[in-house]
């Protein structure tokens, strides 16, 4: 580009940018939160069990204490999609977070399986993250002083050969967290090939975990369902099978607040959540894993109602992709993901520009989440990543928002082409 | 007594003790689960919130993520029973234990307000266990390394010389456990100095907490409903506004695994467990809070539903007591509680005595709270202490249950009397 014709690109994109400023928006892309339509699907939940129904399977009363494992009708309905054998599956509360965190208090406080000792009583912990990878698990390892170690993703999940240098390097190097299928924020899902590597590969310390989040297990946008290798069994058949911790949740199946969270691990690895549980709990809610069962009936019944998922958010993702490719395909000034299932949308923008692109969007009224958040320590070394979350906002709100981020990311970029950043 | 007499009376016990296993019971009294017909008075709640409703007061959507702190509708409905104002309660799961559970594990891996380091970093950590107590403190305390210092229980609480003098002298003291209303399992309510005490008591450790369980706040037996002081704000009154924890849940008000928990607290420690929070979960169940908020309406109405609660749970009180009086009643073999509240009995028997009662009656049929599971480390040091729970079976399983125990007692005690134990 000439410099004329560059200056006349920064022209047009300031005052694109100040009209967007004029209309004074106020639109939300930070979060990945179902839209209200999508939790209307789930509305007969809300009158679920009913008055006289509170028996299980079983013929238990769901409405007493007691049931560590949750509701054996419930796991077996989320054991294909999750790839646990209901046996070794535990329907908990209503945040897989949650159960990720407690995972780690009782490591840090008690001794896991195959652990020398208490991760608290170590000099030093530390977890690999790949990146761009999910706030929450990061500020996790944060708050419990886990040295994170970032690395990097492929197409095909995390860059293998450099996890499997570090893993076998450093005994301080205690777990790794995946979102093995469409993941957050990229959307990649891992190879089998990633897998399979993850499952056998040799570490340094005997207690090494896989945090393995898979948050968007049925949560498919096309129609080629992604299916990953069952990491579970991989580590079974590598020798290492307490190496694998398995999470999910219906929080983006069926309601966000109020759904059931699963774990899923080896028997060595269930007993010890267990007996941990039960000397904080006197049992999951169990009506509400009543109400998930009798709602969602069986594995069909999640298929069915992750379609009509599917029917209102693909036209969100594909809006977001029509309107990246209008307004900045070919403009050298970014790349975005194209994810076939999940939450988000990760797009890249110039080095050096994605905190001031977040910046000029929330000066417009549009709230993206903070650049660097897909990062340990909130620090993107590059500083080019943004996540889009497209789901909550209404289409045309969406397309409205996108818009006006596109204009904000020509802005940037032009600024930057014409040496003002 | 004399020898024949003492003799005779033996004989009488080994004989009707014979005739009580030939029955072949099969009757638990060990824990304070609420019977079917109790959990039928919440009925309703299972269609609850009804279908198309979803709104909060507030115009919240309570299906989606966020609000760590909980319907304001339902907080204000329990801010009078649990003596904590609304702005300083929250709502949160369906355990208060794990609230109890999750403050431990932030003093521990945290620094709760006022504290010089985290719990984890100190040598020692040592709770003050007033005895007898409830089990589930004691376990969470051991799980932790916690060492706990028993306190002997008077008719007014705790015995505050005793409470005083340890908590002042030693700072590794870091909290007591306190179950102030129809406590667990004595039934003893804490007297209005009691509570002034221990919110005004010097203490050694400047991060001194008191886990308050006031898990019978509302679950009266009597026409006399016994108020206890307000610890919150006595605490704030005398220079320790960051002392009280206060905990609370409707286990035993609407359904046991399915309720909903209360934590209350100073701002400075809310503030501190908020944040704690916020990088575990994305907020609690509030559909599950909207319908319970719908169900109670307001604290008018928790006060009616536990009068059936009460209409209930009375006569199980009076025919434990109308029995041991009959049974046991001028033999000098045993003594017992009368609570006016909560979900226990305690039967004292002769040192030495509880654990071969409790053996005697498993093998009657008849399950009872393992003998000393009321003091830390299950060791009652006098072996003198039994928790009966009469809520669960039906009055006559009660009844035979109670009759049998007496059976045992007598046995037992008769054994002693003859120099056989």
Chains 1, 2 share one sequence.
Request: one cysteine or more; a negative charge.
């Amino acid at each position: 580009m000439t410099i004329e014709a560059s200056t006349g690109a920064l022209e047009r994109a300031r005052k694109a940018y100040g009209e967007l400023v004029a209309r004074g928006l106020s639109l939300d892309l930070t979060r990945g939160k179902p839209a209200p339509e999508q939790l209307g699907l789930s509305d007969a939940l809300l009158a679920l069990p009913g008055t006289g129904r509170y028996r299980a399977a079983d013929g238990s009363d769901v409405r007493n204490y007691g049931n560590l494992r949750g509701l054996r009708e419930l796991r077996e309905i989320f054991a294909g999609p999750l790839q646990v054998p209901a046996d070794q599956l535990l329907a908990a509360g209503n945040s897989s977070l949650e159960l990720m965190h407690d995972c780690l208090v009782h490591a840090l406080l008690g001794v896991v399986p195959g652990a020398e000792s208490r991760w608290a009583d170590q000099e030093r912990i530390a977890f690999l993250c790949p990146v761009p990878g999910y706030d929450r698990h990061f500020f996790l390892c944060e708050r419990f002083g886990i040295e994170m170690i970032p690395v990097p993703m492929t197409d095909d999940g995390p860059d293998m050969d450099e996890v499997e240098r570090l893993a076998a390097a450093d005994p301080a190097v205690k777990g790794i967290w995946c979102v093995p299928k469409y993941s957050n924020p990229s959307g990649v899902c891992f190879s089998d090939e990633t897998t399979a590597r993850l499952a056998a590969m040799p570490t340094a310390a005997p207690d090494f975990r896989i945090f393995w989040d898979n948050a968007y297990a049925v949560h498919h946008l096309t129609d080629e369902p992604v299916e990953i290798a069952d990491l579970l069994a991989a580590c079974a058949a590598a020798g290492n099978p307490d190496r694998a911790l398995v999470f999910g949740s219906t929080s983006k199946i069926t309601t966000a607040g109020s759904g059931v969270a699963f774990f899923g691990a080896s028997e060595a690895n269930l007993d010890w959540l267990l007996a941990k549980n039960a000397k904080r709990s006197i049992g999951p809610d169990k009506v509400n894993q009543l109400r998930h069962a009798m709602f969602l009936r069986d594995e069909e019944g999640v298929r069915a109602h992750m379609e009509r998922q599917r029917a209102l958010l693909q036209p969100k993702f594909d809006a977001v992709a029509r309107i990246l490719e209008a307004e900045l395909g070919g403009t050298g000034l970014a790349a975005w993901t194209s994810p076939k299932g999940g939450y988000f949308v990760t797009l890249d923008v110039p080095e050096g520009c994605a905190k001031e692109v977040v910046r000029r969007a929330a000066e417009a009224g549009i709230v993206l989440t903070p650049a660097g958040a897909t990062h340990p320590y909130g620090n993107d070394p590059r500083d080019a990543t943004i996540r889009l979350a497209p789901s909550y906002p209404s289409l045309e709100e969406l397309e409205q928002a996108v818009e006006g981020l596109a204009v904000c990311v020509r802005l940037v970029g032009e600024e930057r082409r014409n040496g003002e950043r």
